[in-house]
């Protein structure tokens, strides 16, 4: 083997060390000390962190599943990962009384009460996930594990909620034909808590008129489902793609500003932790300080 082949192996095996599993992985967030709380309990979000160590086999079977619960859920749900190898980590792996690996805990936020809002009584729930090493279980899992601020609607609340008051918040309706709300629009109404307030009302053959007739976008033979901004001034039929918690929350973002979620100012400051452009929130908003400084200057 030549001397620079020989070099380059060894240069990829030191980086197969000391690598975490998703560094490159967009969905999960490699954390360690210095941007744990930001990422993990910095939130109302509920979130799940595997601790793992890269040499271990059930951790390396783990993997993809835990790839792929993430990609299914990290709209709802934010997902983590610290890798207990590495020194700098093995104080957060000893806080949590990591003894095997993996051990994938969730942490979930306490109910936000909005009129008496205090962020510190904000005291997650830690609970240790005991079920199958594979995506579904895992999904299913934290799908239990979200806040719900959704409220569901009857006939009568559903016309109080389309008139806006004075003082009042804005809206956000989900109008379907199904009997379980979809988790995408429950991850929404924390990105948006305390902005807009969000409802899910049941459509059926009986009342489907009787919608209608109340909000005047719709005609009888409107697709389900739909989304609707109400305000004070206007009720706002949304046009895209109802799946995509992103196009949603554009929409969204076009009137009001998130607290959280990727059209926020957390979002863009967890997005540059993600990779690696900045170690935690002090130091993104540092940073930004600082080209805000050079860019006066120019
Ligand atoms: C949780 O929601 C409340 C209400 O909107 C908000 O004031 C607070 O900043 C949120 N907490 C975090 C950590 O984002």
């Known amino acids: 083997m030549k001397l620079n082949s020989l070099l380059i192996s060894l240069v990829s095996i ?86 095997g690996f993996p051990t994938v805990i969730s942490f979930r936020p306490p109910k936000v009460n909005l009129d008496d809002y205090d962020e510190k ?6 609970e240790v996930y005991r079920g199958k090493r ?43 034909n199904k009997n379980s709300l979809s988790p995408v629009f429950k991850g929404l109404a924390i990105d948006y808590l305390g902005v807009y307030d969000f409802a899910y009302f049941h459509v059926n053959d009986d009342n489907r008129v009787l919608v209608s007739s109340k909000i005047n976008v719709l005609d009888d033979n ?9 305000t004070k001034d206007a009720i706002v039929l949304f046009h895209g793609d109802v799946k995509s918690k ?14 959280e979620g990727e059209f926020s100012v957390k979002g863009k400051a967890l997005k540059a932790i993600n990779s690696g452009r900045a170690k935690n929130f002090r130091d993104y908003f540092k940073k930004q300080k600082k080209q805000q400084l050079v860019k006066d200057e120019l």
């Open 14 to 99: 030191a980086s197969l060390v000391t690598a975490g599993f998703y560094d490159n992985t967009k969905s999960i967030y490699e954390v360690n000390p210095s941007n744990f709380d930001d990422v993990v309990l910095k939130t109302n979000h509920t979130t799940v962190v595997e601790f793992y160590a890269p040499w271990c086999k059930y951790c390396i079977l783990m993997k993809g599943h835990y790839k792929r619960a993430a990609r299914v859920a990290s709209d709802y749900a934010t997902f983590a990962a610290v890798n207990c190898d590495k020194d700098e980590n093995k104080p957060l792996c000893a806080k949590y009384h990591i003894e």
């Open 121 to 126: 009584k904000m005291k997650h729930a830690a």
């Open 134 to 176: 594979e995506a579904k279980p895992l999904v299913e899992f934290l799908q239990g594990r979200i806040k719900n601020y959704v409220k569901r609607l009857n006939s009568l609340k559903l016309e109080k909620f389309l008139r806006v008051q004075d003082g009042q918040r804005d809206r956000v309706l989900l109008l379907t």
């Open 246 to 259: 992103s196009s949603i929350s554009e929409f969204l973002s076009g009137y009001k500003q998130p607290v």
């Open 222 to 230: 409107f697709d389900l489902p739909r989304i609707v901004l109400v």
